[in-house]
């Protein structure tokens, strides 16, 4: 008796150890915060992983980048100071145009051509993040970019002279092919810069709209979903291979759940957000078709400056596209 309780002590104890050893946690930081559809998409498919692999597998997602800031998570993930982590694609423009194609403004303005689009890019896109030694598992994206301004705008040269918000080097050329002035501004410093004149018009979501209720500073909003630039989800892929087959098996199925519940829940949220728009009194409209032919013909313009800096891989990439509208 005395002997069994000996082992029935050894046994009680080794239990926590042995369970210990089988557990592996990942640290995911994100960019957004908690409230943002991104990061509720992520936190599902942390829960999906963990129910997958009976708790063998856990993810701490760390939003708002209370763990690492966004512009440093892809390096972050890479290095493999954390396993596992999310960022806009278009952040990485400078290394690569595969990054940037996203962000071309009119050459995919809806999401099924948005779909399209990631489609034909896919493996172009894989390729240069597992270059880097990062596995990609699921992209997002967010909803089409409209057109806020201080006043009606009917046709592109309405736009001529404005000083319009520019945050990227694809909205800077989008500014200056419209002939109107591309100003810097960040986020926060919105509603001073135009309530003092500093900018006229911007392109962003209708959530940034809401975000920092553009009600109070400007009148209109054109729906014309100038791009949908998308989030993405990498892990380190040394930490994926150190996973069993089947736990690998679990990761990569609940992040086909996440891609295409995140693409839902997009567009869910760019329309819940444009009737915030309307309700504040914002005049929201989709443009005239003036307008939109007018932008789209700059859309085709910024996507051949892309195409040639892509070289033969943007031109592939490109020609898929077209071919499967």
């Known amino acids: 008796m005395k002997l069994s309780r000996t082992l029935l002590a050894v046994a009680l104890f080794a239990l926590p150890a042995a369970s210990s050893l089988a557990e592996t ?17 992520i936190e599902q498919f942390a829960k999906d992983v963990e129910a997958a692999t009976d708790g063998e597998l856990k993810i701490v997602v760390h939003p708002a980048g209370s763990l690492i800031k966004h512009a440093e998570i892809k390096n972050a993930v890479r290095a493999g100071q954390v396993e596992i982590g999310e960022f806009i694609i278009s952040s990485l423009a400078n290394e690569d145009p595969i990054f940037a194609l996203d962000s071309v403004p009119f050459v995919a303005t809806s999401y099924e051509d948005a779909g399209k689009l990631y489609q034909a890019s896919k493996a172009d896109l894989s390729a240069a993040l597992e270059r880097q030694r990062m596995t990609p598992l ?34 800077e050329r989008l500014a200056q092919l419209l002939e109107a002035i591309p100003t810097q501004v960040e986020v926060p410093d919105l509603a001073q810069a135009f309530t003092t004149g500093r900018v006229n018009a911007m392109i962003t979501s209708t ?25 993405i989800v990498v892990v380190n892929t040394r930490a994926l291979q150190a996973l ?28 819940a957000m444009r009737k915030v728009l309307e309700e504040h009194g914002i005049i929201v409209s989709e443009g005239s078709d003036e307008l939109n032919a007018s932008l789209m013909e700059v859309g085709a313009q910024m996507a051949a400056e892309w195409s040639k800096e892509a070289g033969a891989e943007g031109v592939a990439i490109l020609e898929t596209y077209q071919n499967s509208k």
Do not use: C
């Open 25 to 41: 946690v990942w640290q995911m930081p994100t960019p957004y915060p908690q409230a943002n559809f991104h990061t509720q998409n």
């Open 244 to 271: 069993s087959p089947e736990i690998q098996a679990a990761v990569l199925d609940a992040a086909g759940k996440a891609e295409a519940r995140g693409w839902s829940m997009s567009a869910e949220d760019h329309a």
């Open 207 to 231: 959530s940034t709209g809401v975000n920092t209720a553009a009600w109070d500073y400007l009148t209109n909003f054109y729906d014309v979903s100038a791009f949908l630039p998308k989030n």
């Open 138 to 171: 699921f992209s997002v994206p967010w909803p089409g970019q409209g057109l806020y301004t201080d006043r009606p705008i009917e046709i592109a040269a309405d736009l001529q002279g404005a000083r319009m918000r520019a945050y990227s080097p694809q909205t």
